[in-house]
């Protein structure tokens, strides 16, 4: 089946820091690039959806000045919470969509713990 | 109203136990039915997809989808302490993207 790594697993960083989180499909090319975040015992939030080479569509209340996504190829994309703050730890996930069998499929990560002290 | 509705749970059963979980959906536009399976801190697996009505079966998993309800279900029969996991079901219309339920918790006690 389809894989996508996410790097690194766990993050700890200081409050006002950044932080990038990678995300890589690794045996497909992704038409479009999803991350999500989780709170504890909440489903997933859709942040924003990124194609490759263009601008990625931030998801309402999400700042995009915040959370910068960089969707370089087509197996690869970035995430980078800038000036993190505590309320900003959470669990991100990735997700990357390919088109199989007349079926858009979308594969996720294994998730980025992150934690803001 | 949300697009997709699921009961959270917690859901605890013995093992050996079938399991039902449900999903109920406002759009009649969505096509797509998947179930994904997410163990804790860890990212959701893609478990089953269908796109019609009907029964669709993997090993001790059934996807059933009723379109006229607008409902779908995951049975698991026989459980194991290993299916212990939250299950999300998602929905999605074509090219767009997936609407998750909240996700069920599931806990099968030895």
């Known amino acids: 089946g389809a894989v996508v790594s996410q790097h690194p697993s766990r993050v700890i960083c200081k409050s006002g820091t950044s932080v990038k989180i990678e995300c890589r499909s690794l045996d497909f090319q992704a038409t479009t690039m999803f991350w999500y975040r989780q709170f504890p015992k909440q489903s997933l939030m859709l942040m924003a959806t990124?194609?490759?080479?263009?601008?990625?569509?931030?998801e309402q209340g999400v700042e995009k000045d915040k959370f910068l996504i960089n969707h370089a190829s087509l197996t690869l994309s970035t995430l980078t919470v800038t000036s993190a703050h505590p309320e900003d730890s959470s669990f991100y996930i990735c997700?990357?969509?390919?088109?199989?069998?007349?079926?858009?499929?979308?594969?996720f990560g294994p998730g980025t713990r992150l934690t803001v002290t | 109203q949300k697009e997709v509705e699921q009961d959270p749970g917690p859901l605890s059963v013995p093992e050996g136990a079938i399991v039902s979980l449900n999903c109920t959906y406002s759009?009649?536009?969505?096509?797509?039915f998947m179930w994904y399976r997410q163990y804790s801190r860890k990212g959701p697996e893609l478990l089953m997809y269908?796109?019609?009505?009907g029964n669709k079966e993997d090993g001790r998993f059934t996807a059933q989808v009723d379109k006229s309800s607008k409902y779908i279900s995951l049975f698991i029969r026989d459980s194991q302490p290993s299916d212990s996991a939250t299950y999300l079901c998602?929905?999605?219309?074509?090219?767009?993207?997936?609407?998750f339920g909240t996700g069920t918790r599931l806990t099968v006690i030895p």
């Open positions: 997700s990357a969509r390919t088109f199989n069998r007349g079926l858009n499929e979308q594969y």
């Open positions: 990124s194609n490759e080479g263009s601008k990625a569509t931030y």
């Open positions: 998602a929905i999605q219309t074509g090219a767009n993207n997936l609407f």
């Open positions: 759009n009649s536009a969505f096509q797509y």
């Open positions: 269908t796109y019609s009505s």
